[in-house]
């Protein structure tokens, strides 16, 4: 591999080296545990255990939204991330809108957002970080998915949840 950094990350490197952008696919499950257990058999896949976001706050055009996330991703690439049906939001599983939306990485995630918005490209849901820095936002595109922004802050974390799936499996 060309990149100390893409040495580092092994298998990660296609999705997580210093030039990807688009790293995930994000799908909403009524039931995760049911869902990563079916999928990964069926494609013969590792999923992460449960990722728990406890009492996160997201944002809305209407107003300010705090919920309990549970998600995992697949360990090797293309990512699948799974997503456990959470009514009301963002993250229901009733929405008609089944390919939920694309990841894609961003260095500097306010940017990233207000160009989007210009294209059209409208946010929707979005959090902001400890830093008081957006951390992700999502938008709605016309082709009946959202595009996720993440930080590429967030890249750091991946490898060792990744590699702990791979190990324990």
Known sequence: MA??????????????GPSARVYHVGFV??????AAASLGA?????????????DF??????????LELRLVYSTRPVHV????DAPGTLWDFAD??????LGVWADDVAVEADRLDALGWERVWWAVGGDGQLAFTYHQTPYGFYVELVGTVAKAFY???FRAAEEAG
Do not use: C, N, Y
């Open 29 to 34: 499950v009524p039931d995760l545990a049911e």
């Open 96 to 101: 008609s809108q089944r390919g939920h939306h």
């Open 42 to 54: 069926a494609l013969d896949v590792t999923f992460t255990e449960p990722m728990v976001l406890p």
């Open 159 to 161: 490898p060792e949840w």
């Open 57 to 66: 706050e997201v944002h809305t055009r209407e107003g300010r939204r705090d």
């Open 81 to 84: 991330e799974l997503i456990e």
């Open 3 to 16: 990149g100390t950094e893409e040495a580092g990350l092994g298998l990660l490197a296609a999705t997580m």
